[in-house]
């Protein structure tokens, strides 16, 4: 017998969908089965030689590798100032409004965990980013689906939301550019949730990874250019998307000094925050010559048009998004069952999509694909599909 039983809070979890979707590739891999992944919101390309050579640097550096501030460098905290101020306008002060994170999905979760209490009510998107759901989840709090929805173009009807649910409510999670949908946020919409949070006394969460990943001339905003956005707001960035660091994990946490305080006094009791030399590295990412990003936003595109291309020629409802890494495909006529397609999809042709119903109810009937894997690859994986589909 079993005696040993995990804490109620985590004993109704499931693994993650990637780890599980891991396994499942790793089995066909060994059948001979070639795949193409463009499941994983992971960039393929490298940061640039200078970001590297900056860490491979402080590295041979012997008084580098001891433990760093907690929540980051006062040198990282004036970079991710810094960079506030001239690509948003946007002032912080590093040392109360800014806290640098082991990636952003770190901050994330630890959200929930020092706003929420069992009771209060968490307001989800969905379709939305899992880690949302689940730190609330884990909170014990309760949590309100809140639909982004094709018709009003996958922006929250904030007006719909009842009032006996706003009288509970703590945090809503906001996403633009958005993970799945690749849909953008006009700074007015932010606007209008600022003061909704103000009339309502809600904390906004604003997820923004992708906010350097833009197409066609356009320019995403911060929820922080809203005046009294800092009164109700907090926002979270990451150097995994704008840099292709996703695997040295940086990311920050900015806005509300109260919300900044409660994360890092949670952090100190978590972790020993990061590698210097990557924090270092961050530092240069932040302050060099973006240009550079330009040129891998038009491999972006390049994809991406490849991808709204392909679908849209086997029968998908696809738009092509103005921004973020990602396709967000409505499935076929006669098709609803997004997981049970994704699934034979990769088992018969060893292509891999991820099912929308991972990312919430509202995801049902939908796929989303990456732009993060080779451009090669992407032509190729969507021939596969067209030959698939032409045989169904």
Known sequence: MNYIQPA????????YFFATLNQKINELKKKGVSIIRLDMGSPDLPPTDEIIDVMVKASRDPHQHGYSAIGGTPQFKQACAD????????TLDPSKEILALVGSKEG????????????????????????????GKIAGAELYDVPLLAKNHFLPDLAAIPDDILEKAKILWLNY???????????????KAVRFAH????????????????????????????????DVAVEFNSLSKTYNMAGWRVGMAVGN????????????????????PILAAGIHALTSDQEWIQDRNDIYLERRDIVVKGLAECGFDVEAPEAAIYVWAHLPQGISDSASFCSKLLEETGV?????????????????????????????????????MKKA
Request: hydrophobic letters at 35%; proline letters at 7%; glycine letters at 8%.
């Open 8 to 15: 109620h809070r985590i004993a109704g979890f499931k693994p």
């Open 83 to 90: 960079y506030y101020l001239k690509r948003f306008n946007v």
């Open 108 to 135: 994330i979760f630890n959200l929930s965990q020092v706003i929420l209490n069992p009771g209060d009510i968490s307001l989800v998107p969905d379709p939305g980013y899992p880690a949302y759901r689940e730190g």
């Open 177 to 191: 550019p958005n993970n799945p949908t690749g849909a953008v946020a006009p700074l007015s919409f932010f606007e």
């Open 199 to 230: 009339d309502h006394q809600i904390l906004i969460a604003h997820d923004a990874p992708y906010t350097d990943i833009c197409f066609g001339g356009y320019v995403a905003p911060s929820i922080l250019e809203v005046d009294g956005a800092k």
């Open 257 to 276: 000094s109260e919300v900044i305080r409660y994360l890092s006094i949670y952090k100190s009791q978590m972790d020993s925050s990061q590698f210097n």
């Open 352 to 388: 891999s999509m991820t099912p929308g119903i991972v990312y919430g109810k509202h995801g049902e009937g939908f796929i989303r694909i990456s732009l993060g894997t080779a451009t090669n690859e992407v032509k190729e994986a969507l021939d596969r599909v067209r030959a698939w």
